[in-house]
């Protein structure tokens, strides 16, 4: 005799092939990043720093830019570094690069890198930025031939995906053990172009850094993807002129766009690789904004390093604070002396006393503005300032977290929500499975946070629980629905895949809209997606369900449940 299939068995066999958790299908975790990148930002393109989307780092030298290239009045033509006016008028070779006007604020790196690299991609209010830069060992740069444009070698590869709805960003860094990229060839976001794309999905597996060990948090922490430093070059930063100044056109213009910080904006890192790896720095982090100060007029700043040594740099001034500790002692030493640093490899041109005078390159009142002669932030200012970003710094401050919590469905900045919530019975199914009826709970749901129509980072949790009909029919009590708990599966225990009871109830978990099959990317919609589950019901019976929405975070907040309450009974009066 057959044994009869059991009330786990025949919901998963119903419902099994959407009971499935977004980016669960690999350990890997480039891999993992990948997928769970995809479920927030959507497809992600490839990794390409050339072609009409994208844009040459120069390097600019008392005012002219700077290329590598054959000097032609030397027998041999050997490579030598041309500078030449805005005009494209050679004003001298030279053999070397010490110095340059605008030397990067990163660490770690070449001071004045030149011909790097960066590519951009949008999608709606989506965008990537792909950075191949440039670098050696060597803090200064030769006249090598890595250094001309056309060589197409790089050290470092990274990108940032960016929602400017939601404040969602995301970073990847190339593999550590690497020392030498191509940008000829086109980079495969990690985790593949979906989940079947098993090629790409090897290959990004050698390509990028699962351990996350740069923690790119720090200095793209502003609330934007880019930090507005001198050495990306942005037409408003570090001209005289602003966007009139005929040098501006050595710059990238606005081809990174704009973003104002404010300190109430969301902003969340996407990955929970990273968050892992750095969620120290991501829970201490605060944005602040200093009323009635000369620098928070148009933006906030945080205890990262745009606070820390971008504002330094910017406003050229020293890291100070009266009476630190000893730890903040040691760390505020540190960063005088990569300030130093990178102040020993910056032109006296472009210097407040030079004759250029961009430096420093935003001054109160008038940002980046230095036509208007503005004065320099005073000592009080810069105290001011410099408590708040390190962090020892009073109620004036007006300290917020700098990163914000994962919305739940619903709730935050994410308004959209279930709806068209029914229970149908449909007819028997076949007698080997049971003799009982289905009971179909269906509604209909637009993940439309961001405005990602392929978004998939959101699924339901299904709690029923089965009682006896009442004579005379009538509503049920709240207390007889599921409760929130055990719809969140706070003591789930797992029966059949995604299906088991939690307390008192039986759960199916993680479901998705119809036919989005384990491990399949969706396909982009504008329209609400239909979801359902089937329930076998018996006659005489009430089935009472409590429905919860869920987001999984990808970060180490986990998954956070909507708190709304989707709630609906189904009496089978077979009877009638």
Same mark, same amino acid.
């Given at each position: ?16 092939? #959407? ?43 008392? %005012? ?7 000097? &032609? ?56 930025? =792909? ?13 090598? &031939?890595?250094?001309?444009?056309? +060589? $197409? ?14 404040? *969602?960003?995301?970073?990847?860094? %190339?593999? /550590? ?16 172009? @979906? ?9 990004? *597996?050698?390509?990028? +850094? ?13 609330? /934007? ?28 213009? !606005? ?14 890192? #996407? ?16 944005? =602040? ?28 001034? /020293?890291?100070?604070?009266? !009476?630190?500790?000893?730890?903040? !002692? ?13 102040? !020993? ?18 001054? $109160? ?6 036509? *208007? ?27 917020? $977290? ?8 619903? @709730? ?58 009442? &004579? ?9 629905? &599921? ?15 995604? #299906? ?8 199916? /978990?993680?479901?998705?809209?119809? %036919? ?31 429905? #919860? ?28």
């Amino acid at each position: 005799m057959a044994r009869p299939t059991s009330l786990y068995e025949l919901l998963l066999r119903w419902n099994g092939e #959407v009971l499935w958790a977004p980016a669960t299908a690999s350990t890997d975790p480039v891999t993992k990043f990948g997928d769970e990148a995809r479920s927030v930002f959507g497809p992600m393109p490839d990794g390409v720093c050339t072609g009409p989307a994208s844009r040459q780092l120069g390097l600019e030298v008392e %005012g002219n830019v700077v290329e590598l290239e054959p000097n &032609p009045s030397k027998t041999g033509s050997p490579l030598e570094f041309a500078h030449r006016d805005i005009n494209g008028r050679l004003v001298k070779w030279t053999t070397e690069i010490n110095r340059c006007d605008k030397p990067s604020l990163a660490g770690g790196v070449t001071f004045c890198a030149m011909n790097s690299r960066i590519g951009l991609v949008r999608r709606n209010h989506v965008q990537w930025l =792909f950075l191949c830069r440039k670098s050696t060992e060597s803090p200064e740069i030769k006249s090598d &031939p890595y250094w001309t444009a056309t +060589d $197409p070698r790089f050290s470092r590869y990274s990108a940032i995906g960016f929602n400017d709805l939601t404040g *969602e960003i995301a970073f990847l860094d %190339g593999r /550590k053990d690497r020392s030498v990229f191509d940008w000829t060839e086109r980079f495969p976001p990690p985790g593949g172009s @979906s989940y079947s794309d098993d090629t790409g999905r090897r290959a990004a *597996e050698d390509l990028y +850094d699962g351990g996350f060990a740069v923690n790119c948090a720090l200095c793209h922490d502003n609330k /934007k993807p880019a930090v507005v430093d001198p050495h990306m070059q942005q037409a408003r930063v570090g001209y005289f002129g602003g966007r009139n100044d005929q040098r501006a056109a050595f710059g990238l213009g !606005n081809f990174l766009p704009g973003r104002i910080a404010r300190p109430d904006a969301p902003f969340r890192v #996407v990955g929970s690789g990273f968050t892992d790896a750095h969620g120290g720095t991501l829970a201490e982090a605060r944005a =602040f904004m200093i009323k009635d100060h000369s620098c928070s007029g148009c933006h906030s700043l945080t205890t990262l390093e745009s606070g820390r040594r971008l504002a330094a740099d910017a406003v050229g001034r /020293k890291p100070f604070v009266q !009476n630190p500790t000893v730890p903040l !002692n040691s760390v505020l030493f540190a960063q005088n002396v990569a300030l130093g640093l990178i102040n !020993n490899h910056k032109t006296e041109w472009a210097s407040a006393s030079g004759a250029g005078r961009i430096s420093p390159w935003m001054t $109160p009142d008038h940002g980046g503005n230095l036509s *208007e002669n503005s004065r320099k932030l005073d000592d009080d200012d810069w105290s001011r300032l410099s408590r708040c970003a390190w962090g020892v710094g009073g109620s004036e401050c007006g300290y917020r $977290p700098l990163f914000t919590a994962c919305p739940a469905p619903g @709730s935050g900045g994410d308004t959209f929500v279930p709806n068209d919530f029914s229970a149908q019975v449909l007819s028997d199914p076949t007698a080997d499975e049971t003799q009982a009826k289905k009971l179909r709970v269906s509604w209909k749901y637009l993940n439309a946070y961001g405005d990602v129509p392929e978004r998939d980072d959101v699924r339901f949790n299904v709690a029923f629980r089965q009682t006896n009909m009442p &004579p005379g029919g009538g509503s049920p009590k709240p207390q007889e629905y &599921p409760t929130p708990d055990e719809a969140k599966g706070t003591d789930f225990v797992a029966a059949a895949g995604g #299906v088991g009871h939690s307390g008192s109830a039986t759960l199916l /978990k993680d479901v998705s809209f119809a %036919g989005h099959k384990k491990w399949t990317d969706p396909v982009p919609s504008h329209m609400a997606r239909s979801y359902s589950v089937d329930v076998p019901a018996a006659c005489g019976k009430r089935y009472l369900f409590r429905i #919860v929405p869920e987001r999984f975070c990808f970060d180490n907040s986990g998954i956070r449940f909507g708190e709304a309450e989707y709630l609906l009974y189904r009496d089978i009066d077979c009877g009638r």
